[in-house]
């Protein structure tokens, strides 16, 4: 087993090995990313990653699925080691996932001058928004907000995207993507409405 659990270390040499040869056929990554780093440091963190039943990740996971999720990691210039992805263990698969930092990063590696600034609404507040008919695209005609509806029950939300387009989802939406969350009680979700609402937005 030990030995088996070496040769999977290995692998992260082997997607570096990779990504170089692909960066020589032209193939190029966001700038100021340190891919090499990010491969070795998100090796270590999974020397510690556990599957469900605490086995560790390294013995259960096959040898091509760890390529493959360093690899995903890589191609989108994220770093697991840093918060900007999870790599989580299904069954003998090891999978990569963007984390909403790594998300916020790889929009940011396109339009640096993006910020996400979403907005909630709130019950009582004045929001109107318009279709524009010769695109289909929403935008905002306005959305006054009072002081005393700052403690109100939320009834949606909407955030500018990068290319200048708005997105507006309803409490519905919201409380659909909370439900696929892993946490049944949503705990996280009811006590900081607020932050978890812009952060679905930007999701």
């Known amino acids: 087993m030990a030995t088996e659990v070496q040769l ?3 692998v992260g040499d082997a997607v570096i090995a990779r990504v170089n040869s692909l960066c020589e056929a032209g193939f190029t990554m966001p700038k100021d990313y340190q891919f090499v780093n990010a491969i070795k440091m998100s090796m270590l963190k999974l020397q510690e ?3 469900k039943n605490g086995r560790s990740a390294l013995e259960v ?13 890589v191609t989108k210039g994220l770093n697991a080691a840093l918060n900007q992805g999870y790599l989580i263990v299904r069954g003998d698969q090891l999978c990569f996932q963007e984390s909403y930092f790594g998300k916020v990063l790889m929009v940011k590696s396109i339009h ?3 910020h996400p600034q979403p907005v909630v609404i709130r019950e009582g507040d004045v929001f109107e928004h318009g279709i524009d008919v010769t695109t289909g695209k929403k935008f905002i005609i306005k959305h006054e907000q009072k002081f005393e509806n700052l403690d109100k029950d939320f009834i949606g ?14 409490k519905k939406q919201i409380m659909a993507a909370w439900a696929k969350s892993s946490s049944r009680e949503q705990a996280t979700h009811k006590a900081f409405s607020e932050k978890m609402v812009g952060k679905t937005l930007v999701n």
């Open 61 to 73: 996971c096959t040898p091509a699925s760890i390529s493959t999720a360093l690899f995903q990691m």
């Open 157 to 170: 939300g909407y955030i500018y995207l990068p290319t200048g387009d708005v997105h507006i989802m309803t």
């Open 112 to 114: 640096p001058d993006w």
């Open 49 to 51: 990653l556990k599957d």
């Open 8 to 10: 999977k270390q290995n």
